[in-house]
């Protein structure tokens, strides 16, 4: 069975939170605002993932959106927080990238572009 584009975005997506979560999950010094708005992430992830991963249609492109404004909250909330580690902010930073990538250019974020750290100036 082929694995469509849509749910390879999804399981690197998945993979990626399940990254943020388990740097939260060691305490750190992430504040709770933090935690939450990557919770938030996850809960809009499991809403939206059945129409993520169905035929290209007007209710995929609608779960795209809102799991983007998800990703947009959750990446802003980590470069903001002081507390957060470099290791939270990348994490965070690379699950926001694989939804923005696939609503952008309708692929997979490739494996060259998504090991570049996101802070480098």
Not at 1 to 12: K, N, Y
Not at 34 to 45: G, H, I, P, T, W
Request: aromatic residues 6%; hydrophobic residues 50%; charged residues 20%.
């Amino acid at each position: 069975m082929t694995t469509t584009i849509a749910q390879q975005v999804c399981l690197q997506l998945d993979n990626r939170l399940a990254a943020a979560e388990a740097v939260l999950a060691t305490g750190g010094m992430a504040s709770p605002v933090l935690a939450a708005v990557v919770a938030e992430f996850r809960r809009k992830f499991a809403k939206t993932r059945p129409a993520l991963e169905g035929d290209p249609a007007p209710s995929q492109r609608e779960a795209v959106f809102e799991l983007e404004q998800a990703a947009d909250s959750a990446k802003w909330a980590a470069l903001a927080d002081p507390g957060a580690s470099e290791q939270v902010k990348l994490a965070v930073v690379a699950a926001h990238d694989s939804i923005c990538w696939f609503k952008a250019t309708g692929g997979l974020l490739d494996r060259e572009y998504a090991e570049q750290d996101p802070l480098a100036s």
